[in-house]
């Protein structure tokens, strides 16, 4: 197995594996997006809401909030020490309260751990009007997208690697322009693609080029593009999910066993 990393620019990370099945590939894909343990509101208390919004709203609002935190300092409430009950090593607690007439934003947010906020303080809540206040306490937990949603931890999806092979190169020449993105290139009787990664195996040139090229992917090298809306770093969710797949391979090696 080989892996290369393409590009990596804030919450977006693309990366090229190679030497890997189809079903291992899909296999990592959905661990990202659903098994990495991620932070977010669970369950919010109001104590004051004369908005125009219900409660249950407003929470579903702040739930939907990303959270910036350290993974390696948390636990998932029932492997914490607490035994589930609520500590600063598996729960975070924010508190709101304002009044007047102003937008609510996610910075307004005042959190028990200085180390934990949202990935932005502009997410808007709600809009109070005159004489208008809300006063709330919400705790935030661990959780797992296979649970809801909110815990997501990335959007992931790959593609197969791209290869061109110029079977006729006179008529070769007809497809160069007609890739919509310009990624084609002739090099002596063959072509290259620039940019692999941009690449959507639409199969534009090889129509145009009526049998000139022949463009299809490669079964076992595939381009992952991976962009966090967690608070996790990419690189952090591609590397757990690699370790999530491990120890689910060597629970089933070991359950094979006892067969």
């Known amino acids: 197995m080989k892996i290369r990393i393409l590009k990596k620019k804030g919450e977006k990370l693309n ?8 079903a291992f590939a899909n296999a990592l894909r959905r661990i990202m997006i659903s098994e990495v343990p991620t932070l977010a509101i669970e369950w919010v208390e109001f104590r004051e809401n004369n908005s125009t919004l ?4 407003i929470a579903h609002r702040l739930a939907l909030i990303p959270l910036k935190f350290d993974p390696t300092k948390f636990n998932l409430a029932e492997d914490c020490k ?3 009950k609520g500590c600063p090593l598996c729960q975070v607690v924010f508190v709101l309260e304002k009044s007047g ?6 910075g307004d947010m005042k959190s028990s751990n200085r180390d934990v906020r949202p990935t932005d303080p502009r997410f808007p809540v709600i809009e109070l009007l005159k ?7 919400a705790v935030a937990k661990l959780g797992l997208g296979n649970d809801h949603a909110k815990f997501q931890a990335a959007n992931a999806s790959y593609q197969y690697f791209p ?16 890739c919509p993105k310009g990624l084609l290139r002739l090099r002596g009787r063959g072509a290259v693609i620039t940019d692999p990664a941009e690449c959507d195996l639409c199969a534009a040139c090889a129509e145009a080029s009526e049998g000139g090229i022949r463009i299809k992917g490669d079964p076992n090298k595939f381009i992952f593009r991976v962009e966090s809306i967690s608070g996790l770093d990419p690189a952090y969710i591609v590397s757990k999910s690699a370790e999530i797949l491990e120890k689910k391979a060597e629970g089933f090696k070991s359950d094979l066993k006892k067969l």
Request: net charge neutral; with cysteine.
């Open 15 to 22: 990366f090229l594996i190679e030497g890997v099945t189809p």
């Open 54 to 57: 219900f409660d249950e709203m």
């Open 82 to 84: 607490c035994g589930g």
């Open 101 to 106: 007439h102003h937008v609510v934003y996610s």
């Open 131 to 137: 004489n208008q206040k809300i006063k709330l306490e």
């Open 163 to 178: 290869e061109i092979e110029v079977l006729n190169p006179a008529k070769a020449k007809r497809a160069i322009k007609s």
